[in-house]
């Protein structure tokens, strides 16, 4: 049966759908039977996340109002076979979908998969709701600024009203060069704040915000291995800016 884990983060831009879908692909590259179900049914933009938006031709609506099976309606990515993308409501959009119907529908994936990573929409109204309903893990996505703080400790809040299996927190945008300045508060900091433990740590960095998908930042690696092995390992973002080179790099980076 799948491990459903909802990502979400209780509010917009922290990176949950960036992260959904590349962690998906890293599982998947590991042998990981992946969907990525886009519970974000205003945005709706995972398959564009994904590069098969032009592939999708079914989404849950469908299933859910039998147009189609379940298995028909998942995009098989091109390059990362065991990765598969469901979309949300594409064709009718103006449709309530409850969280009883999307749950049917992942049940009935769940024996042919590993993994099902359930795209969060932002905000904590009702389609959070229908998200986490449908999951047994959650992933918190949050940033070190003042309101991803606050949403994501709204979110926590609600989240533990669930009784999932497991919560963990990943943090994003985490510059190394502030940290090693003793600037902004550090990702432990943050995961004692939350009372959450620390999955992963993304670094800010384009090679994560404008790669392809092909090209698997470190950070993401980390993160799938510690969801597969249940041990810890957190990507080093002050390495950069270590050492003579490291300090030239802090020194460059304060005068873009």
């Not at 564009?48 to 079914?58: C, N």
């Not at 606050?150 to 502030?178: F, I, P, T």
């Not at 004692?192 to 433990?197: D, M, Q």
Request: proline residues 4%; aromatic residues 6%; positive net charge.
């Amino acid at each position: 049966m799948a491990r459903k884990i909802v990502v979400t983060s209780g509010k917009g831009g922290v990176g949950k759908t960036t992260l959904a879908v590349w962690l998906g692909a890293q599982l998947a590259q590991k042998g990981q039977r992946v969907v990525v179900f886009d519970a974000d049914f205003g945005m709706n933009d995972v398959d564009l996340a994904a590069g098969v938006e032009q592939l999708a031709i079914y989404d849950i609506v469908d299933v859910i109002e039998g147009k189609c099976r379940a298995k028909q309606a998942l995009v098989k990515h091109p390059q990362r076979g065991n990765l598969h993308i469901l979309t949300s409501a594409r064709s009718a959009p103006e449709r309530y979908v409850s969280p009883q119907a999307v749950k049917v529908v992942l049940d009935g994936l769940s024996p042919s998969f590993d993994f099902i990573l359930i795209d969060c929409p932002a905000g904590l109204g009702e389609e959070f709701h229908r998200a986490v309903a449908i999951a047994d893990e959650a992933i918190v996505v949050t940033m070190p600024t003042v309101s991803a703080l606050r949403a994501a400790d709204k979110a926590v809040s609600l989240l533990k009203s669930y009784h999932l299996v497991e919560l963990y927190l990943v943090v994003n945008r985490v510059r190394g060069d502030l940290l090693l300045e003793g600037q902004g508060i550090s990702p432990g900091e943050i995961a004692e704040l939350l009372k959450l433990p620390l999955l992963g740590i993304l670094p800010e960095t384009d090679d994560i915000a404008f790669a392809a998908l092909d090209t698997i930042h470190p950070s993401i690696r980390m993160i799938a291995a510690c969801l597969l092995s249940g041990k810890r390992k957190l990507f080093d973002v002050t390495k950069r800016y270590a050492g003579l080179w490291g300090n030239l790099r802090r020194i460059a980076k304060k005068h873009v």
